[in-house]
Every structure is written in C-alpha cells, then in structure tokens.
C-alpha cells in the first residue's frame, strides 16, 4: 500500500506559505525503514532533504529552483580496516531536472496526518548516471550561491559536468563563457575519447591495485521517497474545477563517476 502526504492549501485561508521542515519515515528497497528530514526554504527557492544511510554515509540534496541547480552532498566515513582514516566530503552540482522536486512554495504547505507513518514511494524513477568533467571551482558561487554555501564543506572536490553549462541559463552580466573559464577541467588525457595518442585510459578505481595511481571513482545514492508532483481531485459536479489535493511520491537513484588523482582518495571503490 502506498502513501502521501496530506497537501493543505494554506494560501486558500489567506495565510502565506512559510518553510517547511518534515521528518519522514522511509523505507528502502531492503525493507529497511530510515528517516529523511526535509526542508523547503520559499524566501531562497530551495529545497533540501537530508538523510544518514545505515553504513554511515550521510546525503544531503538540495534543489536550487530560482538558478536550476542539484547539489548532491555526500560525507563518507573511512573504513579503518583498509588504512581510510577521517571522513570525506563530496559534492556533485548538476542541472535540475524541475519535474523532478514539487516547488517550495508548494512544498511548503504539506503537512503530515500521521508523522509516525513509514511511506513507501509510488513511482520508481530509476537510475540517472553522471560523469563529472571537471571541479567546479568557482563556479559554483555564479551558478548558485545557495549550492555554494551547500557544498562548501566539500573544498576542492566539487564536481560538475561542462556540458551542464550550457543548460543553465545566463547569469546577469555573465556569459557562459566567463563561467566556464571558472572551472577546473579533469586532465585531457581523462577526458580524451580514445586513447590513439599511445596513453593508457584511467582505469576504474574498483579494477587499480596501486594505491598512488589515478582513476575513475564511483558513487552510487538512492533517494527513497520525494514529493515529485502534484495530485489533483475533481470538485463537486456543479463546480467542476480540480484542486490540488495530495502528492505523488516519487524514488530515484543516483551514480556518479568522478576522476581522482590517486585511488586511496576514492573511499568508495571496493
């Protein structure tokens, strides 16, 4: 059986839409029940949902509307056993897909009957693959100021795709241009096609032995449950106008690749 969340129209009883911050109880494609905490901010035009995963890897995703910018922030903890001290912060900043996350005003009215409810989503959205090109840099402030101060925890290991740019429309008094010339591109021969010029191709972190060797990293999430559209009812027959009157529910899961300079900086590739 499936759920949602109860959608009541503030703005109807002439009180405006505030933030919002909800707590829900998920469970995930292991039968595991995990909690998720979401926040929509209508004054920012953004919206956050945060959760730890059981091996301790903590995800926070936060939608910029305004820029149509995804910030997938992710803190891995190291595995003592093979020599991964500490923690690690990453960051992916990617085009916001807007079908994807209810806009925060609307998310901002939601309200749960029963907070204690586990949820399950209805629609499984599947799998969305990114292969990063390059450290975002300073970019990310133009982009997104919010998305900025999202994955200033990561520093240096920011990631985007270059092609991304292209998507995002034009910041005032800023070409595309100038906002490329603000990233950090992976090294030519990562990005290279082939490899015709005799150069061996970055290997997979998974398949290098050498520890002091570069590679490709991968990160895999699975977002369990997001409010990803609107229900509407019809109304009474002489009326005849639908309303909104729920959410639909939505899973989706993320991988990442991403190029590292040595293997014992991708934590995640056994």
């Given at each position: 059986m499936h759920f949602c969340v109860t959608l009541i129209l503030?703005?109807?009883?002439?009180v405006q839409p505030s933030?919002?911050?909800?707590?829900?109880n998920v469970r995930n494609q292991g039968g595991d029940v995990m909690q998720e905490n979401i926040t929509a901010s209508v004054s920012e035009d953004t919206v956050t949902l945060e959760f730890l995963r059981l091996d301790g890897v903590y995800v926070s995703q936060l939608v910029d509307f305004t820029n149509e910018v995804e910030a997938m922030k992710v803190i891995i903890p190291g595995e003592e056993e093979l020599g991964q001290l500490g923690y690690q912060t990453i960051c992916f900043i990617t085009h916001a897909a807007q079908a994807d996350f209810i806009a925060p005003d609307a998310m901002a009215k939601l309200r749960q009957k029963n907070?204690?409810?586990?949820?399950?989503?209805?629609?499984d959205k599947g799998w969305r693959q990114t292969t990063a090109t390059a450290w975002a840099s300073r970019a990310t402030r133009l982009l997104s100021v919010a998305a900025a101060k999202h994955c200033a925890p990561a520093k240096d290991?920011?990631?985007?795709?270059?092609?991304d740019l292209t998507r995002w429309a034009p910041r005032p008094g800023m070409e595309?241009?100038?906002i490329a010339s603000e990233i950090n591109p992976f090294p030519p021969h990562v990005l290279a096609a082939d490899s015709s010029d005799g150069s061996q191709p970055v290997r997979a972190c998974v398949a290098e032995t050498d520890s002091a060797n570069?590679?490709?990293?991968?990160?895999?999430?699975?977002?369990?449950w997001y409010p990803?559209?609107?229900k509407y009812c019809k109304g009474k027959p002489q009326g005849g106008l639908s309303y909104r009157c729920g959410?639909?529910?939505?899973?989706?899961?993320?991988?990442?690749h991403y190029y590292v300079r040595r293997r014992d900086t991708c934590l995640t590739y056994m």
């Open positions: 503030i703005v109807s009883l002439g933030n919002l911050q909800l707590l829900i907070p204690g409810t586990v949820r399950v989503a209805e629609e290991r920011v990631y985007l795709r270059a092609a595309h241009s100038s570069e590679c490709i990293c991968h990160f895999e999430v699975c977002v369990n990803c559209g609107l959410i639909k529910t939505c899973h989706r899961c993320y991988r990442y």
